[in-house]
């Protein structure tokens, strides 16, 4: 049983595989629309979940992987999960985690491309899903491949793939708690379900951020009422909601305001944002499409890493009780309705902070308004433990390989409930969380791409990984 991986033999077997079987299965990936059940609550009747995970198996049992089973488990009630067991050939355990579940369409695509409508263009594949994150159970399987290839060692690895990721992952206990038994005790876990601070290194993700959303229901008004005739004596709903935003967030720069909503940011996680920022420079905020002359608040590229990670952040996502302006007319309306979504620092307890945003809100209402916030995801971020000494070199060893960089650690400012999960499931177990969200690749909005080369090269770092893992016996 070899032990070192033959790098130009990996790289030949990782690229023949991405062009002639993982892209064309990506391709018809994205052409399903595969909406996580909080967008589709029709998803079992429309089947588009099934389609997706379906077209995966069909894909893993095509593969030669030596000893491997692969099973769709299904929980009554629940969207279902892809198992794959490979057994090793070194001691310990691997999990390996991705999701097939989408986000909805989305406007502003280009004309020529769309959610459903899988477009390569140069070294990008246009669609949704594509990095987010269907190409994960794709890359793990092959870097397995990669390894039994050259019958280099590797540990047992369990790769699990979920269809509920992008409605908070709320299926997925049930699953964790059923399929205990087979799991194990994973010594490592591979999420391929984040970002990349470019496409030139391996990147590690060393915190996620929790999220409090809810929605702000503001009502003034048993009906609508000529602004004419009232405007002047009946407070304008919106306003009303807007004064109560400012309790928990600085229309000037947007800092939140309630110390309930922060945390003390650890020491190496400013070293890290210090080293990352040095590497990335302006294009921490340069990546994002600025309309003409527009720009982040501040351009100090460190801070701003840190507000994207460590610090809290509040978006307006969605609204009601406005028309469209086609039928805006001269009306005071009754009630203004906006869908809050308040990022959290990775300490900060999700639960807590949604409790104490829903008093925040609701205390004290202006004007006798019938206030009301009503929670609708709670979710605690994720703190990555130290590395150990074997995973660091691996880690950079394998950028070295693959990327001809060294790596990069950064926190990451989403939500991947799974980590919390696993983190207080598994308290031993290490964590390499990566992935292929880099500059502008846009995952939830139009034009999402994978950026293919970093995925092909992410693929073979995780087979330098499984083999380092392997030697540290």
């Known amino acids: 049983m070899a032990s070192m991986l033959d790098q130009a033999r990996a790289q030949a077997l990782v690229d023949e595989t991405w062009e002639a079987s993982i892209l064309p299965a990506l391709t018809e990936y994205i052409r399903i629309p595969a909406k996580s059940p909080h967008f589709d609550g029709k998803w079992a009747a429309s089947g588009h979940i099934d389609a997706a995970v379906a077209l995966a198996e069909r894909w893993c049992r095509e593969q030669p992987v030596e000893g491997m089973s692969v099973e769709v488990v299904r929980l009554e009630g629940r969207t279902p999960v892809l198992l794959l067991d490979i057994p090793g050939t070194a001691e310990g355990t691997v999990l390996l985690y991705g999701h097939l579940d989408k986000q909805p369409e989305m406007t502003g695509w280009d004309a020529d491309k769309g959610p459903w409508q899988p477009v390569m263009e140069g070294d990008r594949l246009y669609g949704r899903g594509g990095a987010d994150d269907g190409y994960a159970v794709f890359a793990s399987l092959t870097a397995v491949r990669a390894l039994q290839d050259q019958d ?81 004596v009946v407070p304008d709903s919106f306003r009303l909601a807007r004064g109560l935003l400012e309790r928990l967030e600085s229309a000037a720069d947007g800092e939140i305001l309630p110390e309930a909503f922060r945390a003390e940011i650890p020491a190496e996680r400013l070293e890290q944002a210090e080293a990352a920022a040095s590497v990335l420079g302006e294009g921490v905020y340069r990546k994002f499409p600025f309309v003409g002359g527009a720009g982040p608040d501040r351009d100090d590229p460190m801070e701003l890493i840190l507000d994207r990670t460590w610090r809290p952040a509040l978006a307006v996502t969605g609204a009601d009780g406005l028309p469209p302006l086609a039928s805006a007319g001269n009306v005071l309306r009754p009630r203004t309705v906006l869908r809050l979504s308040l990022r959290l620092p990775p300490t900060v307890d999700g639960e807590a902070a949604t409790r104490a945003l829903k008093d925040l809100l609701e205390r004290d209402p202006p004007n006798g308004a019938r206030v009301h916030f009503d929670a ?53 177990a290490q964590f390499l969380i990566t992935g292929v969200l880099g500059p502008q690749s846009n995952a939830h909005g139009p034009n999402e791409f994978l950026h293919v080369p970093t995925a092909r090269r992410l693929t073979g770092a995780v087979a330098s990984v499984l083999a380092a893992h392997a030697a540290q016996g």
Request: charged share 15%; net charge negative; aromatic share 8%.
């Open 152 to 232: 280099v060692a590797h540990p047992r690895c369990v790769v699990l793939i979920e269809t509920c990721e992008e409605s908070g992952s709320f299926d997925l206990p049930h699953y964790i708690d059923a399929l205990a038994g087979r799991i194990g005790e994973p010594g490592l876990v591979i999420c391929l379900d984040s970002g990349c601070g470019n496409y030139d290194q391996l990147w590690l993700t060393t915190s996620l951020r929790g999220m409090a959303m809810g929605d702000l229901s503001v009502e003034i008004l048993e009906e609508g009422v000529h602004s004419g005739d009232a405007g002047g």
């Open 376 to 428: 609708a995801w709670a979710t605690t971020g994720w703190h990555a433990p130290p590395l150990e000494s074997w995973l660091s070199d691996a880690v950079n060893t394998a950028s070295q390989a693959w990327f001809g960089r060294p790596a990069m650690a950064m926190g990451e400012g989403g939500t991947i409930p799974f980590m919390g999960m696993l983190g207080e499931r598994f308290p031993q």
